[in-house]
């Protein structure tokens, strides 16, 4: 099949497939969606355009949100108030960063490259996170996380919810007290304002979700669990990819609606699964695929050329 307007031919099974996948980790870890798009969009389908590739990558990341979200929600995994400060701030960057790149940032072999480094940083710093130091520093996370996990399996094989409230969260304007199975976490709630803004900045540029940094931040900074961000991850990046996609259009950025729709199908399937799936992972698992899976990409686009001429591999 020839998709016209981005200039490639295609069977319509391989965009299905991978956004499947894409669809899958992102409802999972609440991170990595816009950026396995965009490999998909580079390396697997080969659309050169880099200003076509950066909104097509956030619409896919828009469409895991709209089904991830109310299975977080019914599974008490959302913070909806964290979500909306950070989706506040991210509203003016994505506005900004999307500009930006649209004027500045055109070429694809210099996108890609930005793309690469940034993406190594955020694969060695999740590494750290899996560590054994970092667990034994974040003792409140791991007992948190244990109490999750059991709570978990002593409902495995029923179809009821939990009856009483295990997620709580306390906005005013001088903190935000988000109270998970008996601990709490509070904090100032201007820096999710600010830190929303700088992320989506950097994930709108390079026509990403956003999730692979608002991911780190909130387990590395707010010192939150794993299992309430990657939902809280998916309503900020619901946010910001929508203001980001809204403004590339505005500014004659090209979408292949063909396309978009093959892969939007592939997602959605991916989005009804992930949340299930990621009930039975242990959280350092989550934080090892994540790492993974982003270090491959990494070394890819930015070693990917000499490793060819060095060894004759193509990584990506």
Request: glycine share 10%; proline share 4%.
């Amino acid at each position: 099949m020839t998709f016209d307007v981005a200039g490639i031919e295609l069977n319509p099974l391989i965009p299905f497939f991978w956004a499947l996948f894409v669809g899958l980790v992102f409802s999972i870890i609440g991170a990595a969606g816009g950026i396995l798009a965009a490999v998909g969009h580079i390396s697997i389908f080969g659309i050169a355009d880099a200003n076509m590739i950066k909104p097509m990558n956030q619409l896919l990341v828009i469409v895991s949100p709209l089904i991830a979200i109310p299975a977080y929600w019914r599974q008490q995994r959302v913070i909806f108030s964290l979500g909306l400060l950070l989706g506040l701030g991210s509203i003016a960057g994505s506005l900004f960063g999307s500009w930006y790149s649209k004027n500045y940032l055109p070429e694809l072999r210099q996108y890609q490259m930005i793309f690469g480094l940034l993406v190594l940083f955020i694969a060695l710093r999740l590494f750290y996170e899996s560590s054994r130091i970092f667990q034994e520093r974040n003792r409140k996370i791991r007992e948190t996380s244990r109490l999750f996990e059991g709570k978990i399996r002593s409902q495995k094989g029923s179809k009821s919810h939990p009856s009483e409230k295990i997620l709580r969260s306390l906005l005013s304007w001088r903190s935000l007290k988000i109270i998970f199975l008996g601990h709490e976490f509070s904090f100032n709630p201007l820096w999710p304002v600010l830190a929303g803004f700088l992320i989506a900045v950097v994930s709108s540029a390079l026509g990403v979700g956003g999730g692979f940094l608002l991911v780190p931040y909130m387990t590395s900074w707010l010192r939150l669990p794993m299992f309430v961000t990657a939902g809280t991850s998916v309503l900020a990046v619901f946010v910001a990819s929508v203001a980001s996609v809204g403004n590339y259009l505005y500014l004659g950025a090209r979408v292949d609606w063909y396309l978009a729709a093959v892969e939007l199908a592939g997602v959605a399937a991916g989005a009804v699964l992930g949340p299930w799936v990621s009930r039975y992972m242990k959280e350092r698992f989550l934080r090892l695929l994540l790492a993974l899976v982003l270090l491959y990409i990494a070394v890819g686009y930015t070693l990917g050329g000499w490793i060819k001429v060095w060894f004759g591999i193509t990584i990506l």
